[in-house]
């Protein structure tokens, strides 16, 4: 091509530009010549469409001369562009588009002045090996850059800042990147693809690119993504990771993603789904695993992802898909699990999954949970698609699709089923296709439902099966066959005739489930037991065969299951599997429990403590099911320390506390392990320690001679302290004038002399100590009756001309509690009248002695009064047992013997002041058949054993009841002790 000629066509070129100018921008006008006519206004070789200027394809080594300078969009590509003049394009004012891609440049071009308002950019498919920041610089307006398909290796000098929006670099050689280098394109980029390259590992803070919404790795060779790697990229809407080889995704690997919704990691070499790694994705719809190695996924898995709408498993290795496996997906819509090894999928592991459209679970291994399971897609009540083809289905039961109300699409195709019971389908009464092709129907009477309701919905044309038993029917369409066809002369398909039972067993024991069924073929059986659905691949199975008892030439198959040494985790349900090329029966599901009666681990021990401490009883138990473990203390369940919020019971450490302890916590707990195979017991006994002390404070007293002096010591301790009392630091001389009550707690000087008065100790003590006190009696003398005759001696003789009677009763009784009725009578009368002496409330007892004893529980060392009279008969105080009374024992002429008269005499008056004698006059008028004149009786009171008194003197006639004076009149009584049985005994006479 010669000069003139190009000068020419660049002249007529400039011309017609300069004309295109000054009329406007005409559009091309239509037809070839207006085409040629646009032509000649193009540069030559390349063609004009409205602002676009296409130069791509025309093998040119260099740019065109005179581009005209209208154009918007230049195209380059597919040239042999090595190189391009920096001001060849200067003067297009309009340029915003260069493509240059496959072309031959070596580096980034320089365009010149225009750089600055290029807002794309293509140079794929060239050779460029280096991206350099001073020659991106000027294209300040730059939006798209593609640099795929070059020789780029490296991502090492930052890029400029740029405006760029999308970054295009496939297809280079890319093996290493620099944290950074994206950093000045973090207020604009939206789109990054690095997809087939060569990346084996993305450094940490890689992308800081917050504006980021695309991101491709493709075919890279990442291996493993460690935790935070994406982080910087809080707006990204999708990662594409496919094709890397992926095996590692370390936990919170995609942490920082809350935003993403699309996750493509398909072709890789992925083993697991955990939360670990899905840790953070919390707006995730998309998330697509196929072609991984994927045959786990672990229970909790989809904790962050619960907006997930789709996800793709296909082609991994599940073969299971367990309760959990789906759990928190509520708003999936597909899930395809196309392409693994899925045989086992547990009663509830579509749960939840309640917006799920579709279903696909083509080629995969399913057979019994369509032949035996209820239901197992109940709860999918929106599934539309449901995809069962290509798996190992060979019977359908009319359960299979229970719950599936929704369903208008069912593929069975490529299964060989056998057998379809009636209105197996006829609950989807949404059902716009149902495909099925088998060529293995067992057409008998059982089948005749089929080709009818096939044709009454108009699924023929998705329907090919036929007929594979009976031998006359082999091979016939199921259409062909007329409804008499269908019979049922025979059984082919297994039929169970005994059922494994349910049963328990103790641990460590041996048995055996039984299964047996009957088939009129001849095929050969397999047996298989399943335990918990799932395949017992190692059982010990025996099999055998044998004809039928009745029924002739019907064999009849039993399967034995053995289980030796069984576990805890022997336990569940067995069922036994037994198929022949008809089919597969599944029998019952027999329950087996295996149970371990408790044994202890840990017995609470006997336990001594002071008062006021802390009490820990322990008990554990094993057994299976666990064992119940219940306290009791004294044989019940009245624990005085959990009514004061002093006990702790620790369920988990097997624990009992009573803090605080006191003395009504002694006792015997009892620790009681207990499950459905039995029960056992530990004791432990309570005993608590207290140093002995005065309950109340120690009163001295003051007596007017001849009165009763009650001296109290109040005393408490565990074990209960014994009492002593000395007087003026010497022993106490002990006459039949003093009497000891309640275990030595009350000292009573019965017409008290002066003799008396003195510093009296009472001494208590037990295990822990001794305690000591001291209470000084006084005695007033009476002038008039302190005659000096009135001695000791002369008191045996006249002086006791008086009688006294002294009755100390101590009962016990009242509702449970010990209560210590101290009744002292003390009847004196002297003969010298001057000298009678009233009552006077200080010598009655303390009003609240006996609440006051009681209310320290028990009495341990009890002192019974033991009175007997010498005529015979005997009124024991019984104190040891509750309830006991003191019983009015009758004489043989059926009276009431005399204390007894006398004791009724006492009660029948008011309790607390002296009873006169008209007063019991006057009750006697009221008919009581109660004699009031007291007898002569005689009274042997016994002291308190610890000291010894058991005297013969002691116990000598020493009361009486004055005959010739018919005065009643006695001197102490007690206040406020009326009980229920005091008032029956009352009635009683
Ligand atoms: C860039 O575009 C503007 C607006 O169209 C124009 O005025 C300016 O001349 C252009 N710059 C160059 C160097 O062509
Ligand atoms: C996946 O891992 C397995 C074993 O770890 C290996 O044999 C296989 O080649 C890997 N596949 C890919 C695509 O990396």
Redesign the pocket.
């Known amino acids: 091509m010669g000069g003139p000629a190009v000068a020419v066509a660049a002249a007529a070129a400039a011309l017609a530009l300069l004309l295109g100018a000054v009329l406007g921008r005409p559009d091309p006008p239509p037809g070839a010549a207006a085409a040629a006519a646009a032509a000649r206004r193009c540069a030559a070789p390349c063609r004009c469409l409205g602002d676009l200027l296409d130069c791509s394809r025309r093998r040119l080594a260099r740019l065109p001369e005179a581009l005209p300078p209208r154009v918007a969009r230049l195209d380059l590509s597919h040239n042999r562009l090595s190189f391009i003049k920096a001001n060849s394009m200067?003067h297009?004012?309009?340029l915003r588009e260069v493509k240059l891609n496959n072309n031959e440049l070596e580096t980034i071009p320089n365009l010149g002045?225009?750089s600055?308002?290029i807002t794309l950019l293509s140079l794929a498919g060239n050779r460029i090996v280096e991206i350099l920041p001073e020659h991106l610089k000027q294209f300040q307006s730059l939006e798209t850059l593609d640099l795929s398909s070059n020789n780029i290796s490296e991502l090492k000098t930052p890029l400029p800042p740029l405006q760029l929006k999308y970054l295009y670099i496939n297809s280079n050689r890319v093996t290493s990147m620099e944290p950074g280098y994206f950093d000045n394109l973090a207020n604009t980029l939206l789109v990054l693809k690095l997809n087939r390259n060569r990346i084996s590992a993305i450094p940490p803070k890689m992308f800081k690119l917050p504006q980021l919404q695309h991101l491709e790795l493709n075919r890279n060779k990442i291996k493993n993504v460690d935790g935070l790697t994406f982080q910087g990229l809080g707006a990204l809407k999708s990662l594409k990771m496919q094709r890397n080889g992926v095996t590692k995704l370390m936990d919170g690997a995609f942490w920082g993603l809350s935003n993403m919704e699309v996750l493509q990691l398909d072709h890789n070499n992925l083993t697991e789904i955990t939360k670990g790694w899905l840790y953070g994705l919390l707006m995730l719809q998309e998330l697509h695993l196929s072609q991984n190695a994927i045959n786990r996924i672990s229970p909790d898995a989809w904790e962050f992802c619960q907006k997930l709408s789709e996800l793709d498993l296909t082609f991994n290795h599940l073969s299971r898909l367990d309760d959990s496996s789906f759990l928190g997906l509520s708003l999936l819509n597909t899930l395809h699990i196309g392409n693994n090894k899925v045989s086992y999928i547990a009663d509830c592991a579509f749960r939840g999954l309640s917006s799920l459209k579709t279903l696909d679970l083509k080629n995969n291994e399913i057979s019994w949970t369509i032949e035996d399971m209820n239901g197992a897609f109940s709860g999918l009540d929106k599934l539309r698609r449901l995809i069962l083809q290509g798996n190992r289905i060979r019977s359908i039961t009319k359960k299979a699709f229970t719950g599936l109300d929704a369903l208008e699409h069912l593929d069975l195709s490529d299964n060989a089923i056998m057998s379809l019971q009636g209105n197996a389908f006829s609950q989807m009464k949404k059902l716009q296709q149902l495909h099925l092709n088998t060529s293995s129907l067992l057409c008998d009477c059982q089948l005749k439902w089929l080709p009818q309701w096939v044709a009454e919905n108009n699924f023929q044309s998705f329907v090919n099966a036929s007929c594979a038993h009976p031998q006359l029917l082999k091979g016939r369409s199921i259409f062909a066959v007329s409804p008499d066809g269908f019979v049922c002369d025979d059984f082919p398909k297994p039929q169970i005739t005994v059922q494994p039972e349910t049963q328990s067993a103790i641990k460590g024991s041996n048995l055996s489930f039984i299964c047996s069924a009957a088939s009129s073929s001849d095929s050969p059986m397999t047996f298989a037991w399943k335990k918990d659905n799932e395949l017992l691949h190692d059982a010990e199975m025996e099999n055998y065969a044998h004809l039928r008892a009745q029924g002739g030439e019907v064999m009849e198959y039993t399967t034995i299951l053995r289980l030796r040494n069984v576990e805890f985790a022997s336990e569940g349900k067995y069922q036994c599997v037994i198929s022949n090329h008809f089919g597969s029966s599944y029998s019952v599901k027999a329950k087996l429990t295996v149970n371990m009666l408790p044994s202890f681990t840990k017995t609470p021990m006997d336990l001594t403590i002071r008062a006021g401490a802390m009490a820990r009883l322990e008990c554990a138990a094993l057994g299976h099911p666990a064992p119940q473990i219940a306290w009791q203390k004294d044989g019940g369940t009245d624990f005085p320390a959990a009514r004061e919020r002093r006990m702790h019971v620790m369920p988990e450490d097997d624990v009992f506390f009573i803090v605080d302890v006191k003395i009504e916590d002694i006792g015997v707990y009892s620790c009681t392990a207990q499950n459905s195979a039995g029960s056992i017991s530990a004791n432990a006994t309570l005993t608590v320690l207290e140093t002995p002390s005065f309950l109340r404070p120690l009163l001295d007293r003051t007596v007017t001679k001849g009165e009763t002096a009650v001296l109290q010591c109040i005393a408490g301790g565990s074990p209960p302290p014994r009492l002593n009392w000395t007087k003026d630091d010497s022993p106490l001389v002990v006459t039949e004038r003093h009497f000891f009550a309640a275990g030595n707690q009350l000292l009573i000087i019965v017409d008290s002399d002066v003799s008396d008065a003195g510093k009296y100790t009472c001494e208590m003590s037990n295990t822990l100590g001794t305690e000591r006190g001291n209470v000084r009696l006084s005695v007033i003398p009476t002038p008039t009756c302190d005659s000096p005759q009135m001695t000791a001696s002369s008191l045996d003789d006249d002086g006791w001309a008086t009688v006294g009677v002294v009755i100390i009763a101590v009962v016990c009784c009242v509702v449970g509690t010990s209560l210590v009725w101290v009744v002292i009578i003390y009847h004196t009368r002297r003969r010298n009248e001057d000298c009678s002496i009233t009552n006077t409330d200080e010598t009655n007892l303390p009003a609240d002695i006996p609440s006051y004893l009681s209310s320290q529980g028990t009495l341990a060392d009890r002192q019974d009064g033991y009175i007997s009279s010498e005529s015979g008969s005997h009124h024991q105080f019984v104190t040891s047992s509750g309830g006991g009374f003191f019983l009015p024992q009758h004489d043989s002429n059926g009276k009431l013997d005399p204390f007894a008269q006398g004791l009724a005499c006492l009660l029948s008056g008011t309790f607390g002041k002296p009873l006169k004698r008209a007063h019991l006059d006057a009750f006697s008028s009221f008919g009581q058949p109660v004699d009031c004149q007291p007898r002569a009786f005689h009274l042997k009171t016994r002291s308190s054993p610890d000291l010894d008194s058991e005297s013969e003197e002691y116990g000598k006639e020493r009361t009486d009841f004055q005959q010739e004076n018919h005065t009643c009149t006695y001197k102490q009584t007690v206040e406020n002790h009326r009980t229920p049985n005091f008032q029956s005994y009352d009635l009683d006479t």
């Open positions: 200067s297009l004012q309009n002045p225009v600055a308002n």
